[in-house]
Structure formats: structure tokens, C-alpha cells
């Protein structure tokens, strides 16, 4: 019942937060420095409030506090800045992913990974290449699939939050890193094939 409660006044933090941020970052959004520093600041407010106030895993609130910045219609100006740190983060983010997958776990966790992988594919790349065909979306259908095969970001976040709450174990999670990593490197690599595929026929 409590972790519902925070959960609950975490969710109702990032809504008053979302109304009252454009209002602010309005008032600055000149000052390209402060623009910068205020949003960053923010973020990191929220993300602390949501874990030492509310309960929430810091993962988890950090994801929220990032798409609650994004979402904004000035963050392009704080997205551009930040832009060379970009490639930065996402090496640092396979880092931290390697970093916490254990070897002993892995030969073990290999089953619950193709599992994993399998309900990606049937879950998720069929139905939407048969929604783009079936919406007659003008973009390249299987691309468009092979790009979306993956699970990200916000999947390596539940996963953490699961396992500290005992919802997953070890080796349970250590497959869903695994799986965050093989379906984001396959699907770039995938999209690519396709395209250079699709060009020479």
C-alpha cells in the first residue's frame, strides 16, 4: 500500500511539474545558460524527491524526470546544447549495462534470454510491420519493424526496479540485460541490412 501511495504522489509530482516547467523555463528561455542549468536542475530535483520522499527507485524516477524535461516544447534548445555529450552517455550506457551482468549468470540465463527475444519478435516486430502495411504508412514497413526491435532504456529500468522489489531474480534480470543489449545491437544492424537490401533490388 505505501509503495502505491508514492507512486501515486510521485505521479501527481510530475504532473504539477510538467504545467508549472514551461511556465519557467518561458521566463528564461533567452538565457540560454540558465535555460540549461534550470532544466538540468530540475531533473535531478525531481528524480531525488521521487527516491527519498516517495520510494521510488532512482532509475526509474530519473527516466521520468528526463521524459518530463523532453517533453517540453523549449527542451530542443537544452537538447542541442547537451547534444556532444550524446554518443558520451550512450557508451556509458552499455558500460553500465556490461558492468552489471554477471558471467556465472549468464550460460544459465541464456533460456529466459531466448524467450525473451522470441516474444520480441512476435509481440512486437510482426505486429507492427502488419500495422504499418495494414495503416499504409508511408515509410519502409520492414524497416520500420527491424528499427522497433528492441527493447530499450526503459526496459533495463523496470528490470531494476523488479529485481529490488524481488519481483525478478539474478538470473531473470541477467536475461533481460542480455536482451537489451542483443535486440538493440541486432536491430540497428538489421535496419541497415534492410535498407542496403531493399537498394540494390
Known amino acids: 500500500v505505501a509503495e502505491i501511495g508514492g507512486l501515486l504522489a510521485f505521479i501527481l509530482l510530475a504532473i504539477l511539474a510538467a504545467k508549472a516547467l514551461p511556465l519557467l523555463l518561458r521566463v528564461i528561455r533567452w538565457e540560454n545558460d540558465l535555460l540549461i542549468i534550470y532544466s538540468v536542475a530540475i531533473g535531478l530535483t525531481i528524480a531525488a524527491v521521487g527516491t527519498v520522499v516517495f520510494g521510488i527507485p532512482m532509475a526509474l524516477a530519473a527516466f521520468a524526470a528526463g521524459l518530463l524535461i523532453s517533453q517540453n516544447q523549449d527542451s530542443d534548445s537544452v537538447r542541442k546544447a547537451v547534444m556532444p555529450f550524446r554518443d558520451l552517455f550512450q557508451v556509458l550506457f552499455f558500460v553500465v549495462i556490461g558492468s552489471l551482468i554477471e ?3 549468464v550460460k544459465e540465463a541464456l533460456a529466459f534470454t531466448g524467450l525473451l527475444l522470441l516474444l520480441l519478435v512476435l ?3 510482426i505486429p507492427t510491420e502488419l500495422l504499418a502495411r495494414l495503416g ?6 520492414r524497416q520500420l519493424a527491424v528499427g522497433l526491435s528492441q527493447i530499450g532504456e526503459f526496459s533495463f529500468v523496470l528490470g531494476a526496479a523488479a529485481l529490488a522489489e524481488g519481483a525478478l ?7 533481460v540485460l542480455l536482451t537489451v543489449i542483443i535486440s538493440i545491437i541486432v536491430s540497428t544492424l538489421a535496419v541497415r ?9
Do not use: D
Open 136 to 141: 499504409k504508412l508511408r515509410a519502409k514497413k
Open 193 to 201: 541490412a534492410v535498407a542496403v537490401s531493399k537498394e540494390r533490388i
Open 123 to 125: 509481440f512486437k516486430t
Open 169 to 175: 531474480t539474478k538470473v531473470q534480470f541477467t536475461a
Open 103 to 105: 558471467p556465472s549468470l
